[in-house]
Nanobody, 121 residues
Framework: QVQLVESGGGLVQAGGSLRLSCAASLRTFSRYTMGWFRQTPGKEREFVAAVIWNVARTQYADSVKGRFTIFRDNAKNTVYLQMNSLKPEDTAVYYC??????????????WGQGTQVTVSS
């Protein structure tokens, strides 16, 4: 059974930083595109960032470019999201996901349970 387990969420003041981690029990982790999405109550889940499996290319939502960095450690089956200069509008539940085909859409095969990030003003 595939599991994605996020950690690192919490409460931070605006302008602060957090690093989210996602450990995946995927035997071929290096062959998956790994993404981060976020969701707030009453809104659809939205793409945040992804790191592509084959060329380690990254992609970001416009709202987080220059502030967030996604990177992966294939030896540890882990993907990270470094979040700097956090804003109150970044408050959401953040989800890690794995896909063999998708990048920015929500059509990922596997999802974590989510971790809450709250940014106070």
């Amino acid at each position: 059974q595939v599991q994605l387990v996020e950690s690192g969420g919490g409460l931070v003041q605006a302008g602060g930083s957090l690093r989210l981690s996602c450990a995946a029990s995927l035997r071929t982790f290096s062959r998956y595109t790994m993404g981060w999405f976020r969701q707030t109550p009453g809104k659809e889940r939205e793409f945040v960032a992804a790191v592509i499996w084959n060329v380690a290319r990254t992609q970001y939502a416009d709202s987080v470019k220059g502030r967030f960095t996604i990177f992966r450690d294939n030896a540890k089956n882990t993907v990270y999201l470094q979040m700097n200069s956090l804003k109150p509008e970044d408050t959401a539940v953040y989800y890690c996901a794995a896909s063999r085909t998708s990048v920015t859409t929500v059509d990922y095969e596997y999802w974590g349970q989510g971790t809450q990030v709250t940014v106070s003003s």
